[in-house]
Every structure is written in structure tokens, then in C-alpha cells.
């Protein structure tokens, strides 16, 4: 452990250990992008980086960041860098690469070295030196994984079948096609009545985040503030709803519907949803109700109000951002819901969304169709969670701390 905390051997580490994350990272995202064959040279990446490193370490300057990114730029440029395009890539492009390249490396390198002495070091600076690196390998490793699907999924819906049957691994995206790009879209919304879709499934996650904070509000109350026979098992079993697997429920929901008449119609939906969402709406909402503090709602008892008074006049108000976070919890749920709504709905008229992809996933639809599918149905829940998610990581973390 002492030769690593030496800064020389740690920046060698370091550099070859981000050029090579990089080389990956970047090969990949060309690839992507352009839909030209690009792919990353380790051990080019390994003894690259290892050699930048100590350089970078003495200073991130002009000179040492030019010193640094020029021969990675130009060797990349000449096919001998981390990252090497294929024959097809023109000279701009891999003139491009090369800068993409040469700038990540600094932008990644010179951050993560920065405390760290050309010679013996103390952990403390050894230590934030790989934790700087290893938080750097996990945004990039997380957003790849999120990326990289959703990428495919949306390239995928912009393509006729016959461009798919000629590349299936060309995931760039052809500008000059225009309107045509969206096309399979527009598709959707006047032949595959996607716009009622969405009318429905918006409506049913509304209906059923109203109807699980109706039930919630007061159970987790109860839960929290009151004293009574079972209290203790009652908080305990909660959760035990939500842990049992819905595919077990599925034939008695199914036979006990069709027998009541529930299947395929709204009403059914609505009332089983809520059955899902309540248990996990109680658990969240009580965390929080118990962390508020009990002297003013006691104070508002002394006052005159009644309990459902306090729940309303003051308990709610402190609670907005709990119930932000569970109500946005609640609609994603209910939003992406696939088994109980496939297994209900048969009535087109009355699709959810997912029911209505589900649809799409035929021989006779073309593939970019149901792509396009799941691109209509993702975006609109993935703008809503990072519009409100400050609220759910505060209604979250604001029940954690007592008092």
C-alpha cells in the first residue's frame, strides 16, 4: 500500500484505469452516434494512460494538458490511439474522435489527481484520489446503462424495416429524412389510436394516486400518531401485500372479475391498482408522520381542533413534500403497470398504454412501431420524475430523522 501511495505510481494507476474506462466509453458512444465501427484498443488505452498520468500530475496547466492531449489526439487520429475507427471513418470524423478523446482524458485525469505529490503521499489524499475515480466509473457506468436502451429504442423507432434488414447495428440517425424521421409517430397516434391510449393510462394513475393517498392519509396516521389493540403488527404487516409476487394473485383476480362482471371494465382497473399501491403508500407515509413533531399537532388539540382538523389544517401542510414523493411513486407504478392491465383489458377502446405496446409486439406490426411505442411511454413518466424528483428525494429523506 505504501508503493501506491507514492504519486507517481498512483497517477500510472489512475491514468491507465480512466484511459481505459474512456476508450470503452467513448468507442461505444461513437459506435452509437454515428453507426460507424469503432472500438477501443486496451492495451493502447492501459499504457496511454499510464504515461499520462505522472505528466498530469505535475501540473494541469497549458503545457502538461498539451503535452497530454496532443499525442493522444494525434495517434488516435492515425488508428494508434485508445480508441480506433473503423476504415469507413473519414478524416474529419477521426480527426474529431481524436479531440474527444484527448479532452476526456484531461477532463477525467486532471480531477481526479488533483492533491495527490509527485512523491510520497498520505492516504488522505490517496484515498480521495481513488474515490474521485471510482465516482467518475459509476456515473459513467449508470448513464451508459440507462442510455444506451434508450438510445437504441429511439434510433430504432426512426428507421423504416428495410434500413433495419441493411444495418441492424446502425443506431445513427439520418437528418435529411425530415418529417419521415417520425413517421412510425404519427403512425401511432392515427392508426394505433395512441392517443386514447395515453388518455387512459393517464387518467387511471391520477384516479388511483387520489384513491391510494385517501386510504394512506389516515392509515399511516393512525399507524404513527394513535394507540391501539395490534398497532405493532399492523405496522409490521404493511408491507406484506406488496411482498407477495402478483403473478401468484393473478388466476384468482382474473376468475373472480370475469365471475363479477370486473374484467374489461374501468372500474376494475381502479379498484385493484389502488390494492397494489396502498400497502407501499402506508409504509412511506408513516416514516414521514412519525418524524414530524407531535407538539403541534398537540398544541392544535389544545386550541379545539379535532384530530381530523389537525390532520387537514396541520399535519398535511408539513407533509407536502412526503406526499409529493408517494404520490409520484404512486403514479409511476401505476403508469407502468403491465400484468394486471394485459390480464383485464381486452376492450382496445380501453387500453393503458403498456397494453396498448403490448399490441404492437406482433409479426405483422413493423418493429419501429412498437419502439416508437415505448418511446411515447417513457418520456412523458421520465419528465415528470426529474421535474419533482427534488420533491421525492426531500419527502424521502425528511421522514429518516426523528423530530
Known amino acids: 500500500m505504501s508503493v501506491l501511495r507514492r504519486g507517481d505510481v498512483a497517477a500510472a494507476l489512475l491514468g491507465a484505469a480512466w484511459m481505459a474506462v474512456l476508450a470503452v466509453t467513448v468507442a461505444v458512444a461513437l459506435s452509437f452516434a454515428t453507426g460507424a465501427a469503432c472500438r477501443p484498443v486496451l492495451w493502447l488505452a492501459l499504457l496511454i494512460g499510464a504515461a499520462a498520468g505522472p505528466v498530469l500530475l505535475r501540473g494541469t496547466g497549458f503545457w502538461p494538458s498539451f503535452a497530454v492531449g496532443l499525442p493522444i489526439g494525434l495517434l488516435t487520429v492515425l488508428g494508434l490511439g485508445p480508441v480506433a475507427p473503423g476504415p469507413e471513418v473519414g478524416p474529419i470524423a477521426r480527426t474529431i474522435v481524436g479531440v474527444v478523446v484527448a479532452v476526456a482524458a484531461w477532463a477525467a485525469l486532471a480531477p481526479t489527481l488533483r492533491g495527490l505529490a509527485p ?215 401505476a403508469w407502468n403497470e403491465f400484468l394486471l392491465a394485459f390480464m383485464l383489458l381486452d376492450d382496445p377502446s380501453k387500453f393503458t398504454l403498456t397494453r396498448g405496446i403490448a399490441a404492437l409486439n406482433s409479426s405483422e406490426i413493423p418493429r419501429q412501431h412498437l419502439m416508437a411505442g415505448s418511446v411515447i411511454a417513457t418520456v412523458p413518466i421520465m419528465a415528470l420524475f426529474l421535474g419533482l424528483e427534488r420533491f421525492m428525494t426531500k419527502g424521502l429523506a425528511a421522514g429518516s430523522v426523528k423530530g
Open 119 to 333: 512523491g510520497p503521499n498520505d492516504r488522505h489524499p490517496f484515498e480521495a484520489s481513488v474515490i474521485r475515480f471510482l465516482t467518475g466509473f459509476g456515473y459513467i457506468f449508470f448513464t451508459a446503462i440507462v442510455a444506451i436502451p434508450f438510445w437504441v429504442m429511439l434510433m430504432t423507432s426512426f428507421k423504416t424495416r428495410a434500413e433495419q434488414v441493411a444495418n441492424p447495428l446502425d443506431f445513427g440517425i439520418d437528418l435529411s429524412k425530415g418529417r419521415d424521421l417520425f413517421r412510425s409517430y404519427e403512425e401511432l397516434f392515427t392508426q394505433f389510436d395512441f392517443g386514447l391510449y395515453l388518455l387512459n393510462s393517464f387518467g387511471i394513475s391520477v384516479v388511483t394516486v387520489l384513491v391510494t393517498l385517501l386510504f394512506a392519509i389516515p392509515g399511516a396516521y393512525a399507524v404513527a400518531r394513535l394507540r391501539f389493540k395490534g398497532q405493532a403488527a399492523f405496522s409490521r404487516g404493511i408491507l406484506l401485500i406488496y411482498m407477495v409476487p402478483m403473478i401468484v394473485l393473478a388466476l384468482p383476480i382474473y376468475i373472480a372479475f370475469s365471475v363479477t362482471g370486473l374484467r374489461n371494465t374501468y372500474v376494475g382497473i381502479l379498484l385493484i391498482y389502488p390494492v397494489t399501491t396502498i400497502p407501499v403508500a402506508l409504509y412511506m407515509l408513516q416514516g414521514y408522520f412519525r418524524g414530524l413533531p407531535a407538539e403541534v399537532e398537540e398544541a392544535g388539540l389544545m386550541d379545539g381542533l379535532s384530530r381530523l382538523a389537525v390532520i387537514w389544517k396541520i399535519t398535511l401542510p408539513l407533509s407536502l413534500p412526503a406526499l409529493a414523493s408517494v404520490s409520484l411513486y404512486v403514479f409511476m407504478i
